[in-house]
């Protein structure tokens, strides 16, 4: 019943997304609201606040390689989908920097390729822990790579005058809705899995930041929403860092 009423809900939410008219770029998303230079950096702010990404990526992945973590993987194999999700957290803080020095849709593509391997490699993650460890793992790679298909359609289409976001939206946000129904209905294989709750919070509290990026900053002062977004995404790689350094296997066991 419970892995129904999964599919169910990921069926729907394909099926109403790609049910809707195309979604174009919006031309005014990449006019941040802080473009202040410092150091003959233009748009420090948007620029310096992805240093978080690359520092959790780095720490994420010197711990899956370090040997002798077997409390936080009951299978080797299982690594795998968090290995994608660091790799993408730590490309995603190069990638967005680079995009901010200078934002345009060409610079963009190279800003959502490793944010979709982070949500995919997130994705499979908690499949794994949850659901199933091989379904999280057999998972990990094609989803990966429709991630990374989602951006470079949604580019294309952009080039050729017919620009629809569709695809990559759905790989954004399919995950979200499935995240707190498999929460809610699968109990965690390992200790410390209501961690993910702080993932989800944080990621949430990045979207209304980005929502809100000149708000923010005409009411701060000193900070954008959109640094604010990027700070908080990355905190929710942190928390997820943390989960793996500390939890341990149950008795619980779903191959």
């Known amino acids: 019943v419970r892995n129904g009423v999964l599919y169910i809900a990921l069926l729907l939410s394909i099926g109403f997304v790609m049910s809707l008219d195309r979604i174009p770029q919006n031309p005014e998303w990449s006019r941040f609201a802080d473009q202040r230079s410092w150091l003959g950096i233009p748009n420090f702010g948007d620029i310096f606040s992805n240093l978080p990404f690359i520092v959790i990526g780095f720490m994420g992945l010197r711990f899956l390689f370090r040997p002798g973590e077997g ?15 660091f790799t993408g957290v730590f490309l995603t803080g190069f990638g967005s920097a680079w995009f901010h020095l200078s934002p345009d849709n060409y610079r963009l593509v190279w800003d959502r390729l490793p944010m979709t391997l982070a949500f995919m490699g997130l994705f499979c993650q908690l499949i794994s822990d949850h659901v199933s460890a091989r379904a999280g793992y057999i998972l990990a790679f094609p989803l990966a790579g429709l991630g990374m298909v989602s951006v470079i359609w949604w580019y294309w289409t952009e080039v050729t005058g017919t620009g629809d976001l569709r695809l990559y939206l759905l790989v954004q946000f399919t995950p979200l809705l499935a995240v707190v129904l498999i929460l809610l209905l699968f109990p965690s294989r390992y200790s410390h899995g209501n961690m993910y709750w702080g993932v989800l919070l944080c990621y949430t509290l990045a979207k209304i930041f980005e929502h809100f990026d000149a708000g923010i900053f005409e009411a701060l002062g000193f900070v954008s929403g959109h640094s604010l977004k990027h700070l908080f995404a990355a905190g929710s790689a942190g928390i997820i860092f943390q989960m793996l350094a500390h939890r341990q296997t149950s008795s619980s066991k779903r191959v």
Do not use: D, Q
């Open 71 to 85: 409390k936080a993987f009951e299978f080797s194999w299982e690594k795998v989908a968090p290995m994608i999700f």
